[in-house]
């Protein structure tokens, strides 16, 4: 969650048909950066080695390359609703 106003960007951020667009990310907003379907593998495998997360301000670039990616999901709590299972990063040190 950033104090700014942001656009994000990903590469490789899915497995399925689902695609993750540019989006722009209001100050203290949430949104989905990656999207994997699984019905065994836990996610954090299904992370492509491709995977990119671009987080831009406008004054500074952040990349966060799979393997980053991954800590952060290792990490951030994960909810649960029916089958979804989501988890929300929630620490400032992504922020660009």
């Given at each position: 969650m950033c104090d700014r106003e942001l656009q994000v960007r990903t590469r490789d951020a899915s497995n399925s048909n689902i695609e993750v667009a540019e989006s722009v990310v209001p100050p203290y907003d949430e949104i989905i950066v990656a999207s994997y379907i699984s019905h065994?593998?836990?996610?954090?495998?299904?992370?492509?080695?491709?995977?990119?997360?671009?987080?831009?301000?406008n004054h500074h670039a952040r990349s966060i390359g799979s393997e980053e990616f991954?800590?952060?999901?290792?990490?951030?709590?994960?909810?649960r609703s029916g089958n979804l299972r989501t988890w929300h990063i929630v620490d400032e040190d992504i922020c660009p």
């Amino acid at each position: 969650m950033c104090d700014r106003e942001l656009q994000v960007r990903t590469r490789d951020a899915s497995n399925s048909n689902i695609e993750v667009a540019e989006s722009v990310v209001p100050p203290y907003d949430e949104i989905i950066v990656a999207s994997y379907i699984s019905h065994s593998r836990p996610i954090i495998e299904l992370v492509d080695d491709d995977f990119e997360l671009l987080i831009v301000d406008n004054h500074h670039a952040r990349s966060i390359g799979s393997e980053e990616f991954r800590r952060y999901l290792s990490t951030a709590p994960m909810t649960r609703s029916g089958n979804l299972r989501t988890w929300h990063i929630v620490d400032e040190d992504i922020c660009p």
